[in-house]
């Protein structure tokens, strides 16, 4: 099992996982969330600051992380999901601390990460990594949470 980056080859691993975690256990939160950047990932996640993390288990795509350039000093954390099979084994975690690490790397002063209010596991892993919620936002009927980080 590793972290690695994205390759096009993944895209359809990838998006099945992520369209199905969504569609599976927040069908609600769905609407909130646009598939567009799963269709082009190379794209959606190529900038200089930007990555795209998988979880590979023996060619299998069982975790997901993305970094995102927000603004010069900021970075927002987005799809990490992780298989339902396989989570409380600390999968989320290895992958957020990846996640963080690189925003480090790249000289982020910040990062943010947005959850669905019924997305406890992402929330609590977050706050227990030392996130801060910052702001609650409605996107129709589903209640979005910003956490941040200072770095």
């Known amino acids: 099992m ?10 359809g691993q990838v998006k099945k996982l992520i369209s199905g975690i969504l569609g599976r256990e927040f069908a609600i939160e769905d609407k909130a969330y646009r598939y567009c950047d799963l269709d082009s990932i190379d794209k959606s996640y190529g900038g200089k600051r930007d990555a795209f993390f998988v979880l590979d288990d023996s060619g299998k795509i069982i975790g997901t992380v993305a970094v995102k350039e927000e603004s010069v000093k900021t970075a927002i954390i987005r799809r990490l999901f992780v298989d339902g099979t396989v989570r409380k084994n600390g999968y989320g975690g290895l992958l957020l601390d990846r996640a963080v690490d690189y925003c480090r790397k790249k000289g982020y002063h910040e990062v943010v990460f947005h959850a669905a209010n019924t997305m406890k596991s992402a929330m609590n892993l977050c706050v227990t990594r030392g996130f801060k919620e910052k702001e609650k936002v409605s996107v129709g009927d589903v209640k979005m949470i910003r956490f941040s980080m200072n770095l």
């Open 2 to 11: 590793q972290i690695r980056g994205y390759t096009k080859k993944d895209q």
